[in-house]
């Protein structure tokens, strides 16, 4: 159990009294007086800390000054019974190393109660807080249980590219990437960038979405699913944004609409269970500080049936809500964040699976429906968070696609790749992205995205 020469807290805190061990950690905090002092010692492995007691006595008054806020320590001592509540097992100590010393006059992070905006503008020092600690330990759980989850089904984990030619969702969020001189770019004869003679010999971005290649992965190995990070260059500056995030998208041959939503709920489900189960603590600390709901809210998701309607009845309830939104609502228009949460926390009460949209309001690759105005795609809408995830059928039929491509003035040039697909053995398949951000928003009940990434990329932040 012993690695590095040291236990982690999470174990020493299950031992039984009577051992010799040795800890390594932050100190989160000493009090104490003229005999005893009491160190609270964290290591990241848990949201709870060890407490180590240390005889006054007999140690060294001027290394013990230095134990403050911050520092970093290794203790040798006696794992004995705690005489004091809240813990079973406290280390009394024989030996302290200081590895690192916190000048706490420059130490930001001081005892507690810092805003989680102040945390932002110091995000290198942030996972050393509690709040931190719990998000990444819940974030590292779910993307654990994602794999998990697919690998049991006998999903292929298809790695695809973060540099791409194609604008898979078209909306033109793209964020170039050129190696091209920006102060003296080549031209052609018409003045316009010459891209053939950028790095590629093409102009590239990073990926908005890993769905098209993962298409070319299901129609090979049946079901695949990505999970990556992926861009957007959409100058949303909201705390469900971030111009950077990581996304998890299944795709999957022989799949329909129903096949898709029933996929969507489950994964959902499970992944929420699995937090439920292996974060208990990390889980009722968030509870706790930030969200007196939040078990609450994620036992009774695990417990729902999901609504599912279409996007013409959730209008007709919208439009006959009587409330008076900010974007007003008339079939046609995209939702806004207030009207999807208007249905799932007003309304019904639980989340809503949205299907049919107007076809102009969506993707090209989305099957169509006979009434020539909607398209077989399904939202996925989530309590506190609005869309969570997104998806649909795929339009199979090379004849419609390539209508659709010419319709919406797309470049099919750059699409022949992926038209093959419906060209050689094309079949009915289906998929979604899960937002991996928007379903921590969710599970750790923290109401801004940026505190649920590391390090979070938005318009104008790029630190660290
Ligand atoms: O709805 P979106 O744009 O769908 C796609 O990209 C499809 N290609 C997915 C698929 O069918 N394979 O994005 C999917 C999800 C959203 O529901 C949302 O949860 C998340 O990705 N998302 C974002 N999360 C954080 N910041 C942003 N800027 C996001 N944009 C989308
Ligand atoms: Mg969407």
Known sequence: ?????????KELLKCAPGQEVTAKGWVRTRRGNKNVSFIALNDGSTINNIQIVVDMGSFDEEMLKKITTGACICVKGSLVESMGSGQAVEIQAKEITIYGEADPATYPLQKKGHTLEFLRSIAHLRPRTNTFGAVLRIRHAMAFAIHKYFNDKGFVYLHTPLVTASDCEGAGEMFQVTTLDLNNPPR???????YSQDFFGKQTSLTVSGQLEGELGAMALGEIYTFGPTFRA???NTPRHLAEFWMIEPEMAFYEIEDNMDLAEDFIKYLVRYALENCGDDLKFLNDMFDKEL????ESVVNTKFVRLTYTEGIKILEESGEKFEFPVSWGVDLQSEHERYLVERHFGKPVIMTDYPKDIKAFYMKQNDDG????????????????IGGSERESSLEKLETRIKELGMKKDTLEWYLDTRRFGSAPHSGFGLGFERLLLFVTGMANIRDVIPFPRTPKNAEY
Do not use: C, W, Y
Not at 1 to 9: I, Q
Not at 295 to 298: E, G, P, V
Not at 373 to 388: C, N, S, Y
């Open 188 to 194: 052609k004869e018409d003045g316009s960038i010459d």
């Open 234 to 236: 959409e100058n949303s």
């Open 373 to 388: 105005k909607t398209v077989r795609g399904m939202d996925v809408l989530f309590p506190k968070i609005g869309e969570i």
């Open 295 to 298: 078990i609450q809210r994620l």
């Open 1 to 9: 159990m012993e690695h590095a020469g040291r236990t982690k807290v």
